[in-house]
């Protein structure tokens, strides 16, 4: 099993930048794909971004892309999601996932966290 935390979420202008932080812990030996996905009230949820195992590769969803970027740090089992240049419309609850390859399927998710970007 695979634990997940987010966290660095909050409430921020719209133009401004947050990073969030998705803490691993567990059966963290083995190295997962790591990505993160957001679901606003009402809407399904969406794809952000998702970094390989082994940190070659990343893929941005399109909402996001040039905006966000993961990474992740080995040592700290955690991966990074930063986000520059919010709009409000990426207003939502983020969630940081766990799983064997890069396109899913997810075997892990954390409990999420808020983030709200105000006009």
């Known amino acids: 099993q695979v634990q997940l935390v987010e966290s660095g979420g909050g409430l921020v202008q719209a133009g401004g930048s947050l990073r969030l932080s998705c803490a691993a812990s567990g059966r963290t030996n083995r190295t997962y794909a790591m990505g993160w996905f957001r679901q606003a009230p009402g809407k399904e949820r969406e794809f952000v971004a998702a970094?390989?195992?082994?940190?070659?590769?990343?893929v941005y969803g399109n909402s996001v892309k040039g905006r966000v970027t993961i990474s992740r740090e080995y040592a700290k089992n955690t991966v990074y999601l930063q986000m520059n240049s919010l709009k409000p419309e990426d207003t939502a609850v983020y969630y940081c996932a766990a799983g064997g390859l890069i396109g899913g399927p997810w075997d892990y998710w954390g409990q999420g966290t808020q983030v709200t970007v105000s006009s």
């Open positions: 970094i390989k195992r082994s940190d070659t590769s990343t």
